[in-house]
């Protein structure tokens, strides 16, 4: 508001000042167009105006918008006026002079009709003396209405243009509301110095990345967890994820939730969740913990579910046993339900003890089981061979390789041999210990695997399947082979379908 009325009144000085210049040079001009006239010339040297030059230079004054033409000899006495009273009387305001010695100018005045601007030039004579001079001027009066006209449209464009940023200026402050979800200046100033306090004082690593990779934020916990305190700050995400990198990146949709990968030579739980603007994806956000942060909740949240689907395998297979149970002794049939609880028994026996004797890794041998009774509820009949063998390990890195190595596979062969149309279901698991080796054969009776997708199953979201959880399974099969400088085989089964065999290196002093 301020500028503007700054702007407008510098306007209107400026405006009068350019119209009182060109009032002058206006005024200047006609009086040196009058004086260079023969006729007013030869008037002027008979100081005699005939009736037809005074009509003429009446026209002209009211033609030009002049305030008044005056004529006068080298004595300064009026020879022409437009009021013929003061014809014969002297010029008056002093400045006429300067015309008498030959010199051309713009003058401002007080004459007999008020303050003016004039313009004065010499007349001369055939002979080029100086016989008298001529008066143009525009009265300050005219000048100032002029000046007003322009005035008052230099306000009126003022109020016009406030009128319109006001209105401009409530838009965008709508719009920049909306933007800012209602939030005022010193809301956002509180607003961003809260987030930015939490932003660097939580234990989790916090990036905010771009659609194309490029990092927009990272807070000091995730510098601590990427790269060394006395490197460049990296712009983009490939420079910290160069493996995984592309997966988070492609399809920033879905979420993704306690991901864990090996990067940096450490373990990391990742999740990633998309991040929206005016319901348009314009990047993503990336959480990730250490996983030795979260490892003994991890590790015990596994095993509670672990248990937990094995009481539920168990007790949905318990269950029909005891309604078979149940019908054989309420019709007499004591025989047959003796060989039935005598059959369960040794085959849960065997099987444990098989387990507990060849197994020295307890969390290795739960697992066996576990997955054993997982496929016997999906009706896949799953066999451990005799001559598995594992010593005791109790490496906490190698062991969280190999329950998620292990589990992912057994998963994946139970699910192949579950969907296959072939009558006869297997799933057979090797477990051995081979030189400094430890070798694990998965085999199944599915479809098998097309040795052009060879290499393509361990890529992200890469599934046969199409439930959502499924496409990272192979993926982190991956991630932890590497993570442990183990290596994979995949070929053909005698079952009929797919055969993974798993080679990971012993821990240093088990070898």
């Not at 002794?329 to 039935?340: I, P, R, S, V």
């Not at 046969?464 to 082979?481: C, F, I, W």
Request: charged content about 20%; proline content about 4%.
């Amino acid at each position: 508001m301020s500028a503007l009325l700054v702007l407008t009144l510098v306007s209107k000085y400026q405006v009068a000042s350019v119209i009182r210049e060109k009032t002058g040079q206006q005024a200047l001009a006609i009086a040196r167009s009058l004086a260079s006239r023969p006729d007013l010339t030869a008037a002027v040297e008979n100081e005699y105006f005939p009736p037809a030059l005074r009509k003429e230079l009446a026209l002209l004054q009211h033609g030009y918008g002049a305030s008044f033409v005056v004529v006068g000899n080298e004595d300064k006495i009026r020879l022409f006026h437009p009021i013929e009273q003061k014809i014969g009387d002297p010029m008056i305001g002093g400045d006429s002079d300067e015309a008498l010695l030959g010199n051309y100018y713009i003058s401002q005045a007080t004459g007999s009709l008020g303050p003016s601007i004039r313009g004065k030039a010499p007349v001369r004579n055939a002979s080029g003396e100086i016989i008298g001079l001529v008066s143009v001027g525009y009265l300050d009066a005219s000048v100032d209405m002029a000046v007003g006209k322009r005035t008052i449209l230099i306000f009126v464009i003022a109020v016009a243009i406030l009128i319109l940023s006001i209105v401009a200026a409530m838009w965008i402050g709508r719009q920049v509301r909306s933007k800012l979800f209602g939030l005022q200046p010193e809301e956002i100033g509180r607003l961003y110095a809260e987030q930015n306090a939490i932003f660097n004082t939580v234990r989790t690593g916090i990036i905010a990345v771009s659609n194309d990779g490029k990092i927009q934020r990272i807070n000091q916990r995730a510098k601590d967890l990427l790269y060394p305190a006395d490197s460049a700050e990296p712009e983009m995400l490939q420079e910290i994820f160069s493996q995984h990198a592309e997966f988070l990146l492609r399809d920033p949709e879905p979420n993704i939730t306690g991901f864990e990968l090996f990067a940096n030579q450490q373990s990391l739980v990742l999740s990633r969740l998309p991040m929206r603007v005016d319901n348009q994806t314009t990047g993503i956000l990336i959480t990730l913990r250490p996983a030795d942060e979260v490892e003994h909740l991890s590790r015990q949240l596994a095993r509670v579910e672990a248990f937990a689907e094995l009481l539920r395998v168990q007790t949905h297979d318990y269950s029909n046993k005891l309604n078979t149970l149940a019908a054989l002794l309420q019709m007499g049939n004591t025989d047959k339900a003796m060989e039935l609880i005598n059959a369960e028994s040794q085959g849960v026996q065997a099987q444990v003890q098989q387990l507990l004797q060849q197994v020295h890794t307890p969390l290795i041998a739960a697992l066996l089981f576990g997955k054993y009774h997982k496929a016997r509820e999906c009706n896949v009949p799953f066999e451990i061979n005799e001559d598995v063998h594992l010593d005791n390990y109790e490496n906490e890195q190698l062991l969280e390789c190999l329950v998620s190595i292990f589990g992912n596979l057994i998963d994946n062969a139970i699910e192949a041999a579950q969907r296959s149309d072939k009558p006869e279901k297997q799933v057979t698991v090797t477990l051995e210990e081979m030189g400094s080796n430890i070798v694990f054969d998965v085999e199944d009776s599915g479809d098998g695997i097309d040795p052009a997708n060879a290499e393509r199953i361990f890529a992200p979201s890469y599934s046969s399947k199409s439930d959502a959880r499924h496409g990272v399974g192979m993926y982190l099969v991956k991630t932890y082979l590497e993570a442990c400088n183990g290596t994979i085989e995949i070929g053909e089964s005698e079952l009929g379908g797919a055969r993974f065999s798993v080679y990971i290196p012993k821990p240093e002093g088990q070898s």
